[in-house]
């Protein structure tokens, strides 16, 4: 499903010139007539798969590696083939943008790398520890610990003040409510929501409530954040601030971030982009 | 782990989640519950204010009432060997008038005696022996002097191995029939045989109520705690129904209608007052009666026959004495002959010969009530009334007693004994005493009577040497009350199953749906770090708080319901109560409300019912995978 801006800007792309050449439309063909898809994937392949854009950065040890991943799952009686021997590295510090169009697989990658399923072949190492070798319970104090996970439909709980929402995650941890309180409020300072800590989710505007989830992924401080789509149900303006909040996180915290999108600008402002197509890294 | 606290905050979110449907659960899960609770605590109450009431009256005891058969066993009527006694002594009486009658010349004429058997329709199988003749009562009455009832001997004999505490015997006093109510103070002259002259027996108080004399140990319950009576009064100590006292205090019956406060008000006007009241009765021998019947007919023949020349008063004119008197029938006018005096006398010396009573006498007795007990049970047996008369309502209701060690502390006990218990009792053979065996506990009263009382036959009799008595339980029936509680408690014990099925049920359904409404949340919480405990403890905190509620409701509506209806019920119950029981406390109330621990079991299987109904979809929920759900969203 395509947001208004999105379809926009795909009906204005579909009427230059460029994009009138047969050529180009089969092309476009192979990402489902999404140009951003496209334009993402000449991008993805035009850098280097194996190592950071920033240079910087691939000094910094691989703090996520996946190797040979392979999902398939269920649909009815049809065995679905989400990821195909997908291998990457992602350092401390990254931020790593997954882009692919519908039912490229980018989501689950993303599930598989935050220990919320299990793959079906392949490797996953965090820290250097494999999650293969990981029992229910240890996957989900993984989770709380080192991954925070932002989504595209926010889901804070709607009966909850933001001051609670974002103690949430501590509330599984076990942290102390103090330890809550300051951290929820050192967190809704760095998002910019320090005087909304007693509002509703329902009293926020969309930018603010996912900004809230992003704070309420980094209470319990991980080292690596997880982000599905989270632009897809913003507006340009307040997709952009996400962005840039992904990116003050980064600079702020030193969070590795790898932000699944269709966005191309948004992937554009990642330090490197990795294109899915039908569960292959391309 | 996640802490109880954050649990709680985070299962309180749940149950803001689909309101209605939560509503709904409490509200009806509760209303369930609470029915049982309200049914706990009406009971619990209704049945201390009926301990209450029974220790006022015989309740609280376990009396057995034995009642041997009747004398002369079935069909006695056409008993060929009592017919044949009874014209033996017909032929003997008839046969000694007749030579009695020679002797002192006079004339008897033998057809003026009843026959000893009557054949009414002249078929030789339906000859009946007589009641109305003193030949057949002679018979009859000889039988029973030759084959006596059981009596307290057997009974004791009988109880023995149901270890009793004491045996009392109630006298039956039969209907005299020349005692009659004087209202007012004053005597009724009515012409039984002319209803237009006022006589009508249904007002006559002692026609209609059977006497007994009663031991202390069973009138004590009943006495009033005021009562003008003392011995020295000789004035005979009654206990009376509450209809009579409010006759004879001379108040009217209050109208079927009216209220449990007016009725209420009626009682304890009586309770007040009845003790002042005192019934005049005016006691007449059969000569006594005979003569005023004589002065009222002849009195009416003169004034029939007025003018007429021809017609020729009577020699001998009795008068009516002074209705306030209960004197004897004054002579008017004796104008016989020498020789028709001498005539009398002779009748009179016969007559005295042949047992019967030859001068009048008569005498003003005076009656004091002393206690009050419950009417007899007027009210339908299916009728909340009816049920509860008969469950806790006394043996002794409609029943006018005369307290015996009262009775025998009387001046003139030995003539009022000559008056309430003549040696020739007429026809009153079937007045049996009563006997009565008390034991310390209900199981043991329930024991002797379930298998020491005879089993009735069809020829009429039950009696057996080893059961020779017909046994019942006696006073407020503290035996049903008992069983009657072991009912509620097995009733009370499926109701309370049935109830927690069903909510179960509701509740299963209930958050069942939550959980299923919650999916994406459950896979956002496991995303974020919960393990499978932390959603199982804060779902199960959520079904506490859930049935928690509808344990709340539960009582709340429960205690609710159970108020409105001792409000509604609690005045016409204590006047229910007042008039079944009896019992001197008029101050007393029945109330419906009465705290059982009971309660508490009832929140403590609400709360269980929540839990066990939470299982099964708590289990299912953290089993599912939360990917699964997420990307069902």
């Given amino acids: 499903m395509y947001t208004k801006r999105k379809r926009e800007n795909i009906n204005t792309m579909h009427k230059t010139p460029l994009v009138q050449s047969e050529a180009v439309r089969a092309f476009l063909r192979q990402f489902n007539n999404d140009p951003e898809v496209a334009i993402g994937a000449i991008r993805a392949a035009a850098l280097p798969a194996s190592g950071p854009k920033n240079t910087k950065l691939s000094n910094k040890p691989v703090i996520l590696q996946a190797k040979d991943l392979a999902k398939s799952y269920k649909v009815g009686r049809q065995t679905v083939q989400a990821l195909t021997n997908v291998s990457l590295e992602i350092h401390e510090g990254e931020f790593v943008a997954i882009t692919g169009s519908s039912g490229s697989g980018k989501s689950t990658l993303l599930q598989l790398l935050g220990g919320l399923d299990k793959p079906s072949s392949g490797t996953i190492t965090v820290n250097g520890q494999s999650l293969s070798g990981m029992k229910d319970r240890q996957l989900a104090r993984f989770r709380s610990e080192t991954i925070g996970f932002v989504f595209q439909f926010f889901y804070l709980q709607p009966f909850l003040s933001l001051q609670r929402n974002l103690e949430v995650p501590g509330m599984f941890s076990g942290a102390k409510r103090s330890e809550r309180l300051a951290r929820a409020q050192e967190l809704a300072e760095a998002v910019g929501l320090a005087d909304r800590l007693s509002h509703l989710p329902k009293e926020l505007s969309g930018g603010q409530i996912q900004r809230a989830a992003i704070a309420r992924a980094l209470m319990n401080k991980p080292q690596i954040l997880l982000a599905d789509e989270p632009t897809g149900n913003l507006d340009s303006k307040n997709g952009d601030a996400i962005i840039a909040m992904f990116e003050k996180i980064r600079t702020q915290f030193g969070t590795t971030i790898v932000l699944v999108t269709h966005d191309f600008d948004a992937a554009q402002r990642a330090d490197r982009v990795i294109a899915l197509k039908d569960g292959v890294v391309v | ?633």
């Fill in chain 2, 1 to 633: 782990m996640i802490g109880l606290v954050d649990a709680t905050v985070l299962a309180v979110t749940k149950l803001r989640i689909r309101r209605i449907r939560t509503i709904v659960t409490v509200a009806v899960s509760g209303i369930l519950f609470a029915a049982l609770v309200a049914a706990l605590v009406v009971f619990q109450g209704g049945l201390r204010s009926v301990t209450k009431f029974n220790k006022n009256g015989l309740g609280s005891r376990y009396i057995a009432q034995a009642t041997p058969d009747f004398p002369l066993g079935g069909n006695w009527f056409q008993s060929k060997a009592l017919m044949d006694r009874a014209q033996e002594i017909y032929d003997q009486t008839v046969s000694d008038k007749k030579a009695a009658a020679k002797s002192l010349g006079i004339p008897y004429d033998s057809t003026t005696e009843v026959a000893p058997t009557v054949n009414p329709d002249g078929v030789a199988t339906h000859t009946y022996l007589s009641l109305a003749a003193p030949s057949a009562q002679k018979a009859v009455q000889e039988y029973i002097a030759a084959h006596p009832s059981p009596g307290l001997p057997d009974l004791r004999r009988v109880s023995t191995p149901y270890h009793p505490i004491d045996f009392y015997a109630t006298t039956p006093v039969p209907i005299i029939n020349g005692l009659t109510p004087m209202d007012n103070g004053v005597e009724s002259f009515a012409d039984p045989s002319n209803p237009a002259s006022g006589f009508n027996i249904s007002n006559d108080f002692f026609q209609q109520n059977p006497f007994s004399l009663m031991p202390t140990q069973l009138t004590k319950p009943f006495m009033l705690s005021h009562t003008k009576w003392s011995s020295k009064s000789d004035a005979i100590p009654i206990m009376v129904p509450y209809a009579t006292a409010t006759k004879l205090m001379g108040l009217s019956p209050l109208p079927a209608g009216s209220s449990a406060t007016k009725k209420l008000a009626r009682i304890q006007e009586l309770y007040a007052k009845a003790g002042d009241v005192s019934l005049i009765a005016c006691y007449r021998n059969a000569v006594s009666v005979d003569q005023i019947q004589t002065a009222i007919s002849t009195a009416a023949e003169i004034a029939k026959n007025k003018g007429n020349k021809a017609y020729q008063k009577p020699e001998l004119i009795y008068g009516l004495p002074d209705p306030a008197s209960c004197g004897a029938a004054p002579i008017v006018s004796d104008k016989r002959t020498k020789q028709e005096i001498s005539l009398a006398d002779k009748q009179r010396t016969f007559d005295a010969e042949f047992g019967a009573t030859i001068d009048p006498d008569q005498q003003k007795i005076v009656f004091d009530i002393v206690g009050l007990v419950p009417d007899q049970q007027n009210a339908p047996s299916n009728t909340a009334s009816g049920i509860l008369q008969g469950l806790v309502g006394s043996s002794l209701a409609g029943t006018i007693a005369i307290p015996q060690a009262m009775y025998n502390q009387l001046p003139s006990v030995a003539r009022y004994d000559s008056i309430l218990l003549p040696k020739q009792q007429g026809f009153s053979f079937g007045l049996s005493a009563m006997n009565y065996v008390e034991f310390s506990s209900a199981d043991a009263a329930r024991g002797f009577i379930t298998h020491t009382s005879c089993t009735a036959r069809s020829n009429g009799t039950c009696a057996t040497p080893a059961k020779p008595f017909q046994l019942a339980a006696f006073g407020s029936d503290s035996i049903a009350l008992q069983d009657l509680q072991h009912k509620f408690s097995t009733f009370f014990k499926i109701a309370g199953l049935v109830v927690v099925g069903i909510a179960i049920v509701i509740m299963t359904g209930t958050v069942g749906r939550m959980l299923a409404d919650s999916r994406r949340e459950t896979a956002v919480f496991r995303a974020i770090g919960a393990k499978r405990i932390d959603i199982a403890s804060t779902y199960g905190i959520y079904t506490l708080l859930l049935s928690g509620m509808v344990a709340g409701v539960a009582l709340v509506i429960g205690l609710l319901v159970a108020w409105l209806f001792d409000e509604h019920f609690w005045k016409m119950a204590t006047v229910h109560a007042q008039l079944a029981f009896g019992g001197a406390n008029s101050q007393q109330q029945f109330h419906f409300l009465g705290y059982s621990t009971q309660i508490w079991l009832v929140a403590g299987a609400a709360v269980a019912a929540g839990l066990v109904s939470m299982i099964l979809p708590v289990v299912r929920n953290i089993r599912r995978n939360p990917i699964k759900d997420m990307r069902d969203e």
